[in-house]
């Protein structure tokens, strides 16, 4: 689980929230200290073989320090995916979303994505990949839940864009197959180049999983009722009854 480099964790000033900014400099430089010796452990060992006496040795504080900004360790791990999250969806936000959405559009905006995961990819891999911290990685989902949602209210038809059942459907089903994937690309050790994974996941978000796998598919010939809808009963089909045909006798 050792890096070659850990990306340090600080509160960029271009993507810093409007919590962050209300929060004392003082308060906010030992939160960083503590965040930062929470990432360079996870390079070095599993999330749940992480102390706070381990935490507050490598930040260089107290203990008491600790605790009057953290109850435990996953409440620090948890106010750090909040800001990871935050960070990745301002960045996401700051091109506005399209009308008309092209393949290039989408793939670029995920390479956005993958470029953050990979730079802080010892946080990312330990929220999806480890079960003592997987509960954390709600935060990421929503996330991703969010921008889906921009999405389709933007590009949508009115029709649906006002349905806000089928908006929130669509948008977590997104989120949770996005998700799952970028998982798949930690757990492998991010060895597929990002341009290759965004276009992959583009191609699957414009085609569905079925038409980028190249499978044909067939439309029913009669579509059936909907939930709610009274069933019509098929009419009996009329079976054509052919007559044996009796070859005549020879002489």
């Known amino acids: 689980m050792k890096d070659s480099a850990v990306q340090p964790f600080a509160f960029n000033d271009r993507w810093e929230s409007a919590r962050a900014n209300q929060v004392p400099v003082r308060i906010r430089r030992t939160r960083e200290r503590l965040s930062n010796a929470l990432i360079a452990l996870l390079s070095e060992k599993p999330y749940?073989?992480?102390?706070?006496?381990?935490l507050v040795q490598r930040a260089g504080v107290i203990r008491g320090t600790f605790y009057l900004h953290f109850g435990e360790k996953n409440d620090l791990f948890g106010y750090i995916m909040r800001e990871a999250a935050e960070e990745f969806l301002g960045l996401l936000r700051t091109a506005p979303v399209r009308e008309e959405v092209t393949r290039d559009w989408l793939s670029e905006r995920y390479e956005l994505i993958l470029q953050h995961i990979?730079?802080?990819?010892?946080l990312y891999r330990t929220a999806l990949c480890e079960p003592g911290?997987?509960?954390y990685a709600?935060?990421?989902?929503?996330a991703l839940q969010a921008f889906?949602?921009?999405s389709v209210r933007a590009s949508a038809?009115?029709?649906v864009g006002k349905d806000e059942d089928k908006v929130l459907m669509i948008a977590r089903f997104c989120a949770a197959g996005l998700t799952g994937l970028w998982k798949w690309w930690l757990e492998t050790g991010m060895t597929v180049p990002i341009n290759v994974v965004a276009t992959q996941t583009a191609d699957l978000m414009m085609n569905g999983p079925l038409v980028s796998a190249a499978i044909h598919t067939v439309a029913p010939a009669r579509l059936r009722p909907s939930f709610g809808s009274a069933?019509?009963?098929?009419?009996?089909?009329?079976?054509?009854r052919l007559k044996a045909r009796v070859a005549p006798d020879t002489p």
Do not use: Y
Not at 118 to 122: A, E, G, L, T
Not at 138 to 142: I, K, N, Y
Not at 231 to 240: G, L
């Open 133 to 135: 911290a997987a509960p």
């Open 157 to 159: 038809p009115e029709s």
């Open 138 to 142: 709600v935060h990421f989902s929503d």
């Open 118 to 122: 990979r730079d802080h990819s010892v």
């Open 231 to 240: 069933a019509k009963p098929e009419k009996p089909r009329r079976v054509r």
């Open 48 to 54: 749940d073989q992480i102390s706070v006496q381990d």
């Open 148 to 150: 889906s949602v921009d």
